[in-house]
């Protein structure tokens, strides 16, 4: 596909949609919007857009199409698979300025947001009503990126990812329609389910302008624990002990004896140097919680845990929670002068503990530094590669293909939060098959000049 140019006569035309000054065309603006935090290369847009309103979104979009321009959208850019680089130039459609809270729904546990503010502002302002939005992904994603790409993170396993917390969204499509789908009745079976194919799209089939969420009570009694095992295996076969005795984990994460060590050391958190499960139990009293750590801590005994800790003290939890979500940062700054190959793979959990054994197989057989960390209660987990130089950069492909082809073969995914993006796009015939077909006949019908964020999710280019 050919695309136009963005002209300085296409960029007047976009002041007069937006506003001069809520558009740029500095070089320093389009570097800072030309990555995420991925290890995929950049790409510049050629000018940067910041809409204030949904129908300014819409007339953007209404105007690229009419001139065959692509558009990328972008929320704060904290993605990890490159979904919104400006693969093909074109407009780079921020979204950070349209953070406003619409409406707190206190009384149905709703809240409709515009797409740019982040989820711990968010949390921030909710607190207040007692009321929190549970996705967590660890950094402060925007709204509309996590409901683009399906966020989730380490509450998954209790209150489900983005898909399951929301109700309603406002949408605006390539031809410059906004449209609403979805309700803010938490039973909807009218007509198609529309929300749910916007939802995980990554702006390829349209642009999410304001969302209404669903909200949960904070828990008044909230614990968290800790086990160490000797053996990877040992505390694979904990997690699935764990989700089969009928616990109800809030959060169940686990990390191998190197990453338990790197927190150690940078976060002074209470860990040895063992595979070690992080775990989160929310309870609505003080009995129930006391009970649920009880039993956990019966069952990672009986499969020979080296190392048990429970805390009740908020500021104790938040501490080890903190150091879980600083894991990648601190990661990061491990390896100065490297970057980080991210794989995202995700099996049932009954399929965990053949995963993790392959992905241990491996990481012997290749001899590379390989490190995991992953969601393990919904049976996700992260592989972590540093890299430096070409050849590296190679293996770890290479690396990771095995492992995204084993999680298919286990009937699993190739993603499990992280979205398709650039990274994912070659796995997706072989997950989708014949289904694959039917996507791109989607989005042949609702972007058919492939003008939105051209270059993800499919294979090669459509149109």
Not at 31 to 57: C, I, K, M
Request: aromatic share 6%; hydrophobic share 45%; with cysteine.
């Amino acid at each position: 596909m050919t695309y136009a140019a963005v002209t300085s006569e296409v960029v007047a035309r976009l002041g007069t949609l937006v506003g001069e000054e809520n558009l740029s065309t500095a070089q320093a603006v389009l570097d800072l919007h030309a990555h995420d935090q991925s290890f995929h290369a950049p790409h510049r847009g050629e000018v940067v857009v910041w809409p204030q309103t949904g129908e300014q979104v819409a007339e953007v979009l209404r105007l690229a199409n009419s001139l065959l321009i692509p558009v990328t959208p972008w929320g704060v850019g904290t993605s990890l698979e490159g979904n919104p680089i400006p693969l093909h130039g074109g407009i780079l459609l921020s979204l950070e300025r349209m953070k406003r809270i619409i409406e707190v729904h206190a009384d149905d546990f709703q809240v409709t947001v515009e797409p740019g503010i982040g989820h711990k502002d968010l949390n921030a302002h909710l607190a207040r009503f007692g009321l929190f939005f549970a996705p967590d992904p660890g950094a402060n994603a925007s709204i509309g990126g996590m409901l683009a790409n399906n966020a989730a993170g380490i509450r998954t396993v209790r209150y489900g990812a983005s898909k399951d917390n929301v109700l309603q969204m406002r949408v605006a499509l390539a031809d410059g329609r906004l449209i609403r789908v979805g309700s803010r009745s938490v039973k909807q079976s009218a007509g198609y389910d529309l929300l749910h194919l916007f939802v995980g799209s990554e702006g390829t089939l349209g642009v999410i302008t304001e969302a209404t969420l669903k909200l949960h009570a904070v828990t008044e009694y909230m614990g968290a624990a800790l086990a160490a095992f000797q053996t990877v295996a040992d505390a694979v076969q904990a997690v699935v002990a764990i989700r089969g005795s009928g616990l109800d984990p809030a959060a169940l994460e686990f990390i191998d004896a190197a990453h338990a060590a790197m927190l150690r050391e940078a976060e002074g958190v209470n860990l040895t140097d063992h595979p070690t499960l992080f775990m989160e139990f929310h309870a609505a009293h003080t009995d129930a919680l006391a009970m649920n750590l009880a039993m956990v801590q019966e069952i990672c005994a009986d499969l020979d845990a080296v190392h048990f800790h429970a805390t009740t003290d908020a500021a104790e939890r938040r501490k080890l929670w903190h150091a879980r979500h600083a894991s990648y940062e601190i990661s990061v700054r491990q390896f100065p002068g490297k970057k980080l190959y991210l794989g995202d793979v995700s099996v049932p959990i009954s399929a965990y503990p053949e995963l993790i054994g392959y992905i241990e197989q491996v990481r012997e057989e290749c001899a590379v530094p390989l490190y995991l960390i992953g969601h393990a209660g919904d049976g996700n987990i992260h592989v972590e590669m540093p890299y430096e130089t070409d050849a590296e950069y190679a293996r770890c492909a290479d690396i990771n293909a095995r492992i995204v082809r084993k999680a298919q073969d286990l009937n699993g995914t190739a993603t499990g939060e992280h979205g398709v993006g650039l990274g994912k796009a070659k796995y997706m015939r072989y997950e989708h098959g014949e289904a694959l077909d039917v996507m791109q006949a989607i989005k042949q019908t609702l972007d058919p000049n492939n003008i939105l964020n051209p270059g993800k999710i499919f294979p090669h280019d459509i149109g």
